[in-house]
C-alpha cells in the first residue's frame, strides 16, 4: 500500500490510474487554428505526464469545427495529432481523456454566416485591388452586415437552441459525437469524458430546457439525450473508458443558484444512479455553468469555500459503486488526502494547482514543498475569458514547456540576490535549482516584500501562499537567506554574479496639499501603519486603489475613489470584479472616472471633471496612483548585475511579470 492515499493506484473501468491525481478538463488555448494538438499543447500535456500526473483530460474537444478556439477532432486528418499526443503522456504512465463537448448552438448555421462574412470580406478585397471602390464598399458593407446576423445568431441560440433544436439536429450532433469518440479510439486515447455541461447539461436543466417533446419536462425527458450520448460513446467506442463529468447547480450563500445548466443537487444524485446502470466508468462532481462568468465555475480566492461541491460528491459515492472524481478548490496535497480518507471521492482533480505546479505526484512522494495555487484567476481563467492562452502567474514555463525550463548551471558559481520579494525568491529558486551558490538578501525581517499589501484586503489572504512556498522551498535548496540585512555594493564582493531585487516605493502625486497630515500612501494603510477614519478619498482607482477602497470599507470607513481614466479597477481579475462592484454599490462607494486631481485643501480633494470643478469632501486622502523603481548603486560592483521585477526599470510588475523577469535572469546566469 503506498504511504500517500494520493499515490495509490486505482482500477477505473478497463484502465489502471497509477494514482489519484487528475488534470481536469481546462480550456487552454494551445492548439492548432484548427483544433489539433500542436508543438505547444504537446508540450503543455507531457509536461504534465513528466510530474506524475496519472489521468489527464483534454478539455472541451469539440467533434464538429466550431467557431470555438479549442481542441477538434472533427474529422479523421485530426487524428494523428491526437496519436502523438496519447503516445507522449503514455511513455510516462499516464492515461489520456478528451472531454467531448457540444456547445449550445447550432454549430452548422453559425458557421455558414461566418464563412459568407469572410468571402464577401474576400470579394470586397480583391474589388479593391482591381481599383472598384464601390463594390469594395458594399461587398464590406455586406461582410459587417452578415457577421452582425452570425453573433445574433450565436447570442440568441446560447439561450434558446435547446428548446428550438430539432430531434434530427440532436440525432446529428449524438452522431457526431460518437465517431468522434471512435476516432480517439483509433487515436490511442484511453477514455472518453462526456462533458455534461453546454449542451448537454442545458438539456437537463429546468431552467434552459422549455421543451415539450421526449427531451422536456420530467427529469426522465430532461436526461434522455445525456443517457443517449453515452450509449453512442460505448457503442462507437467499446474499447474506451467512459467519464461523466455531471454539473451540478449549487447554492450561493445568499441563496442564489450558481449555474443553470446541469442538475440541483437531488436530480443530480438520481442521474448518477442512472449513469452508473447505462455503463459510465466513472463520474466527475463538478459545478454547473452557463451564467456568464467563468468565476461561477472556477472561483478565485476568497469568494467560495474550499472544495464547495465536495458535499454533493460524497452524496454521489455513497449512491454508486464506481470511482467518483472531485474538482474545485482543492488546493493542497493534504486536502486530497483527506478527501480519500475520509472516502468522500476517489480521484482528486487538480486544475490550477497542477499549472502552478506540475509535480504535485512526484512532490507528494519526495516530501519537497508543492508550489500551491493561489487562486487568483489571473493567468488561467482571465486568460480563457479572454480568448488567450492560459498561464499561471507563479509559473514562468506554462505554455512554452518546449523552450523554457530551468537550465543546467554553468560551473561553480556563486550568485547573490537583493531583495526578498516575489521576484528576489524566484530568482534564488532558480539560481539554486541549476546548482549555483545563492545568498539572498532582503533588509526586512520576513521574505515577501509587497505580496503582505497585496494579502491585506478583502478575499486576497490567500496570496500569502506564494511567499509560504519560497520560506519552505529555499533553505531546502541550499539558499542563504540573510533577513534583516541591507545589501549594498560592497556585500556583492566575491561574487560571480548579482540579481538586484529590491523592488519599487509608492508614488505621491505632486499637486498643492499633498503633504498635508491626513495625506497618506495606499501602501502604508495596507501595511496596517496609518488607520484613517470616517470619510476618505482614495485618489487612484487601479489594482490598488480599488483594493484599498476595499480595505477601508471593511473597517468602516466611507470611500469615494478618484481616477483620471474612465473606468477602475483595470488590471483586477474579471471573476472578482462583480463581486467588488456589488459591494460598491451595496455601501455606496462613490467613483469619480475621468477626474483630475489639482489639490488637496481644507475642503478635500479638489479636482476637474469634464471642464467643471469637483469637491470630493474628506477626512483622509489615501494616494494610490503607482510606484517607482527603488534605485540600487552598482558602482563599483565588479560581477555582472540584472535588475528584475520593480527596479528593473520597466512599469511596475504584477506578480506574472515578476516571477518571469527573475525566472529568466537566474536562468540565463
Given amino acids: 500500500m503506498a504511504e500517500h492515499r494520493l499515490l495509490e493506484p486505482i482500477e477505473v473501468g478497463g484502465i489502471t490510474l497509477k494514482n489519484r491525481i487528475m488534470f481536469p478538463p481546462l480550456t487552454t488555448g494551445y492548439e492548432e ?4 494538438i500542436g508543438p505547444r499543447s504537446l508540450a503543455f500535456y507531457e509536461r504534465l505526464a513528466k510530474g506524475g500526473v496519472a489521468y489527464i483530460v483534454i478539455g472541451d474537444v469539440a467533434p464538429v469545427n466550431t467557431a470555438s478556439p479549442t481542441p477538434k477532432l472533427a474529422d479523421d486528418s485530426q487524428i494523428e495529432s491526437f496519436e502523438r499526443l496519447a503516445e507522449a503522456v503514455h511513455a510516462h504512465g499516464a492515461k489520456l481523456a478528451l472531454q467531448l463537448f457540444h456547445p449550445e448552438y447550432d454549430v452548422p448555421g453559425v458557421g455558414r454566416l461566418i464563412m459568407a462574412s469572410r468571402m464577401a470580406a474576400v470579394e470586397g478585397q480583391k474589388a479593391q485591388a482591381a481599383g472598384d471602390e464601390a463594390t469594395f464598399a458594399a461587398k464590406m458593407a455586406e461582410s459587417k452586415e452578415i457577421a452582425n446576423q452570425a453573433y445574433a445568431k450565436l447570442h440568441h441560440d446560447m439561450q434558446h437552441f435547446v428548446t428550438e433544436a430539432t430531434v434530427e439536429q440532436l440525432a446529428q450532433i449524438r452522431d457526431a459525437i460518437a465517431a468522434c469518440a471512435a476516432r480517439a ?17 442545458s438539456l437537463c436543466s429546468t431552467a434552459l430546457n422549455h421543451r415539450t417533446d421526449e427531451y422536456g419536462g420530467s427529469f426522465e425527458n430532461r436526461v434522455r439525450y445525456a443517457l443517449e450520448v453515452v450509449a453512442a460513446i460505448k457503442a462507437a467506442a467499446p474499447g474506451l473508458m467512459v467519464e461523466y463529468k455531471l454539473p451540478v447547480i449549487m447554492t450561493n450563500p445568499d441563496g ?12 443530480a444524485c438520481e442521474l448518477a444512479v442512472l449513469l452508473e446502470r447505462a455503463g459510465v466508468d466513472m463520474i466527475q462532481v463538478a459545478q454547473a ?3 456568464g462568468n467563468m468565476g461561477d465555475t472556477i472561483p478565485p480566492m476568497g469568494t467560495m469555500p474550499y472544495n464547495w461541491t465536495l458535499p454533493v460528491a460524497a452524496r454521489v459515492k455513497s449512491l454508486v459503486g464506481i470511482p467518483v472524481a472531485t474538482v474545485g478548490r482543492v488546493v493542497t496535497p493534504e486536502a486530497g488526502e483527506k478527501i480519500l480518507e475520509d472516502g468522500q471521492a476517489d480521484v482528486i482533480g487538480y486544475g490550477r494547482s497542477l499549472l502552478a505546479d506540475p509535480d504535485i505526484a512526484l512532490k507528494v512522494a519526495s516530501g519537497e514543498p508543492v508550489r500551491l495555487c493561489l487562486n487568483c484567476n489571473k493567468g488561467c481563467v482571465d486568460a480563457i475569458q479572454g480568448r488567450r492562452y492560459i498561464s499561471c502567474v507563479l509559473n514562468a514555463e506554462n505554455g512554452d514547456e518546449e523552450t523554457v525550463f530551468i537550465r543546467p548551471g554553468d560551473g561553480d558559481k556563486r550568485v547573490a540576490v537583493v531583495g526578498g520579494g516575489i521576484a528576489g525568491c524566484e530568482a534564488a529558486r532558480v539560481a539554486a535549482r541549476r546548482g549555483y551558490r545563492v545568498t539572498l538578501f532582503e533588509r526586512a525581517e520576513r521574505l515577501g516584500g509587497q505580496i503582505e499589501l497585496a494579502a491585506a484586503p478583502p478575499r486576497k489572504a490567500e496570496i500569502m501562499r506564494s511567499v509560504e512556498y519560497y520560506e519552505r522551498v529555499l533553505p531546502e535548496l541550499g539558499v542563504d537567506v540573510r533577513l534583516g540585512t541591507a545589501a549594498g555594493p560592497a556585500d556583492l ?3 560571480d554574479a548579482a540579481i538586484v531585487a529590491v523592488g519599487a516605493s509608492n508614488v505621491t502625486l505632486p499637486v498643492p496639499g499633498s ?4 495625506v497618506v500612501s495606499a501602501w502604508d494603510v495596507l501595511a496596517g501603519r496609518v488607520e484613517p477614519e470616517g470619510r476618505v478619498a482614495v485618489i487612484g482607482g487601479g489594482l490598488v486603489g480599488t483594493e484599498t477602497a476595499e480595505y477601508l470599507l471593511a473597517r468602516g470607513c466611507e470611500v469615494a475613489i478618484v481616477e483620471m481614466l474612465d473606468k477602475i479597477a483595470e488590471g483586477e481579475s474579471g471573476t472578482v470584479l462583480p463581486t467588488i462592484m456589488a459591494e460598491f454599490a451595496e455601501r455606496g462607494v462613490e467613483q469619480l472616472t475621468g477626474t483630475r486631481v489639482t489639490a488637496i485643501s481644507d475642503a478635500g480633494v479638489e479636482a476637474e471633471r469634464a471642464g467643471e470643478p469637483v469637491v470630493v469632501p474628506c477626512d483622509w486622502v489615501v494616494m494610490a496612483v503607482g510606484s517607482r523603481a527603488l534605485p540600487f548603486d552598482v558602482s563599483g560592483v565588479a560581477c555582472p548585475v540584472t535588475c528584475v521585477g ?3 526599470g520597466e ?9 518571469r523577469t527573475a525566472y529568466a535572469a537566474a536562468n540565463q546566469i
Fill in 289 to 291: 455553468n452557463h451564467t
Fill in 33 to 36: 487554428r484548427d483544433g489539433s
Fill in 651 to 659: 512599469r511596475t510588475a504584477d506578480i506574472a511579470s515578476a516571477i
Fill in 515 to 518: 503633504d498635508r497630515d491626513n
Fill in 646 to 648: 520593480d527596479c528593473s
Fill in 185 to 201: 479510439q483509433r487515436a490511442g486515447v484511453d477514455a472518453i469524458e462526456v462533458h455534461g455541461d453546454r449542451l448537454v447539461g
Fill in 493 to 495: 564582493e566575491g561574487f
Fill in 256 to 267: 442564489s443558484k450558481r449555474g443553470k445548466g446541469g442538475l440541483e443537487p437531488d436530480e
